[in-house]
């Protein structure tokens, strides 16, 4: 029964291995809607390129001692970095070039899939292949937009198309309360009282601090095709999984850089035992750290698409 099983298993995983094109236009009708792939939740554990596995998966291949087959690393292997070599790493190369993609996207305000859609057409990497590219549990994202300001000063914004979710490129670099818009007083350094902006909220599409997130959405509410927020930590721990740190333009820019020692950006969880701290991610370590809530940090939002 279990020989049934893994069968069954790999050759869900391998059917379209011997079909390039089968396999390009289903990422593409995956990657034009705004719906989550319904994928399982693969594995996490090491592995070689273009093999994804599931835990069960590996499970059924070590009772009947296949784990060639799936491509299962079961010893640490140097190619497998974690820390800020990431993108550097002369035997893989899983990021993508920062300055390699040419602006794209749609009229604000546009049904997402225009956005996706137009990046695909002017992008030939403009999906980022998880299983492919991936050495652990990563999934596909998508280019949804690129724009420039008048600084020449590249922005971009991605979709995880596991989770649906929009990952905007880096806005400015601020304080907690101004980077997720709270006015609650938590005391001391975490006082957000006084405060009255919100970096994650609607944007112009001319505050060019915002770029490409803000472009997306147009100057009316009515058409406004994504919500806009900062991320949680959770949210944050998931996208790294996902591969987060190897299609975000500023952590590619980050891990590429030898003087880059760490990308600190605010999510929006305070720590629960200091209501005066929150929690910060890495994008060069992919870890969590916290910080006082007054001091400043990178910002990036996530966006729930709103229009389809």
Request: proline share 2%; charged share 20%.
């Amino acid at each position: 029964m279990r020989v049934l099983q893994l069968a069954i298993l790999l050759s869900l995983f391998s059917c379209f291995e011997g079909n390039p094109e089968r396999k390009v236009q289903s990422l593409a009708q995956q990657n034009t809607s705004l719906e989550p792939e319904n994928v399982l939740i693969f594995s996490s554990a090491y592995r070689k390129e273009g093999k994804q596995n599931t835990d069960k998966l590996i499970a059924l291949a070590l009772n009947e001692r296949k784990l060639e087959d799936i491509g299962f690393v079961d010893m640490v292997e140097s190619i497998h970095t974690e820390g800020n070599d990431l993108c550097t790493n002369s035997s893989i190369s899983i990021c993508e070039d920062a300055n390699e993609f040419v602006n794209c996207g749609a009229t604000p305000g546009s049904a997402l899939s225009s956005f996706i859609s137009d990046c695909s057409q002017k992008n030939s990497k403009a999906i980022w292949q998880g299983g492919l590219r991936g050495f652990a549990g990563e999934t596909n994202w998508v280019l949804v937009s690129r724009a420039t300001d008048s600084s020449n000063h590249a922005k971009e914004v991605w979709k995880d198309v596991s989770t649906g979710l929009l990952w905007s490129d880096k806005l400015i670099d601020s304080n907690w309360c101004k980077s997720t818009g709270n006015t609650e007083d938590n005391g001391n350094s975490g006082d957000c009282s006084q405060n009255s902006v919100n970096l994650c909220g609607e944007v112009s599409n001319e505050d060019e601090n915002n770029a490409a997130r803000g472009y997306i959405n147009s100057t009316t509410s009515t058409d406004k095709v994504v919500h806009w927020r900062v991320p949680t930590r959770n949210e944050l721990l998931q996208a790294d999984i996902n591969g987060l740190r190897f299609v975000h333009r500023a952590f590619r820019l980050a891990n590429r850089s030898s003087s880059s020692s760490n990308f600190n950006v605010w999510s929006a969880s305070t720590v629960s035992y200091d209501k005066t701290k929150a929690w910060l991610y890495d994008g060069v370590e992919g870890i969590l750290s916290t910080d006082d809530k007054e001091d400043n940090a990178h910002v990036i939002c996530v966006g729930w698409p709103l229009k389809q």
